[in-house]
């Protein structure tokens, strides 16, 4: 009898100790184990949040002025200008006085929006690019059915048909040879 409840008393122990590693949650406040469901622990009234925020802070920054400037200047040599930006940020922050800092930092900033409008610009030409080729293989594939098409009518005799087709597929371009050539079976033909 003794071991049955020794047992069930163990077994009940088992249990809890589950439940409480997955339903339970530790007061940041006072550490208190609360039920996971609980809006505001039991023991100080502490409100928990829907989401406790489990990020780590940022490691505090513990450079020197010297190597602060030294980063910076490294980064700023080799045109990193945001990351220029930062360091020399941090510069100021240490030294609000550096007039230097300062000047680097807007140089820095002036950089960065030359180099985003620098990539604005070529991102608009690649894009017309892309328009032009389109509109380009478009027209091709154009001037290609109506050449094919034109000469199916000419070799059926369908002259004033085939004309229709002709003069348009040339599209502006007057030196086209196959269109001219295209235009002479058919002024040959109608004659
Ligand atoms: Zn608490």
């Given at each position: 009898?003794?071991?049955?409840?020794?047992?069930?008393?163990?077994?009940?122990?088992?249990?809890?100790?589950?439940?409480?590693?997955?339903?339970?949650?530790?007061?940041?406040?006072?550490?208190?184990?609360?039920?996971?469901?609980?809006?505001?622990?039991?023991?100080?009234?502490?409100?928990?949040?829907?989401?406790?925020?489990?990020?780590?802070?940022?490691?505090?920054?513990?450079?020197?002025?010297?190597?602060?400037?030294?980063?910076?200047?490294?980064?700023?040599?080799?045109?990193?200008?945001?990351?220029?930006?930062?360091?020399?940020?941090?510069?100021?922050?240490?030294?609000?006085?550096?007039?230097?800092?300062?000047?680097?930092?807007?140089?820095?900033?002036?950089?960065?929006?030359?180099?985003?409008?620098?990539?604005?610009?070529?991102?608009?030409?690649?894009?017309?690019?892309?328009?032009?080729?389109?509109?380009?293989?478009?027209?091709?594939?154009?001037?290609?059915?109506?050449?094919?098409?034109?000469?199916?009518?000419?070799?059926?005799?369908?002259?004033?048909?085939?004309?229709?087709?002709?003069?348009?597929?040339?599209?502006?371009?007057?030196d086209w040879k196959p269109g001219r050539e295209l235009l002479k079976e058919a002024l040959e033909?109608?004659?």
């Amino acid at each position: 009898m003794i071991r049955v409840i020794l047992r069930s008393g163990f077994i009940m122990i088992l249990l809890s100790v589950t439940v409480a590693q997955a339903d339970t949650k530790i007061c940041p406040q006072c550490g208190t184990v609360n039920w996971i469901d609980a809006k505001f622990c039991k023991d100080c009234g502490y409100e928990f949040g829907t989401n406790e925020p489990t990020v780590s802070p940022e490691p505090e920054d513990t450079r020197t002025l010297e190597e602060v400037l030294q980063d910076a200047t490294q980064a700023f040599n080799a045109k990193k200008w945001e990351e220029a930006l930062e360091h020399y940020e941090r510069l100021i922050e240490l030294d609000p006085g550096n007039v230097l800092a300062k000047e680097k930092a807007s140089e820095c900033r002036e950089n960065i929006t030359e180099e985003k409008k620098r990539r604005e610009a070529m991102e608009k030409a690649t894009r017309e690019k892309e328009e032009y080729d389109s509109w380009r293989t478009g027209a091709m594939e154009q001037r290609n059915y109506r050449t094919q098409t034109a000469k199916g009518l000419l070799e059926t005799g369908k002259v004033k048909e085939a004309g229709k087709y002709i003069l348009p597929a040339f599209a502006g371009d007057y030196d086209w040879k196959p269109g001219r050539e295209l235009l002479k079976e058919a002024l040959e033909k109608s004659d």
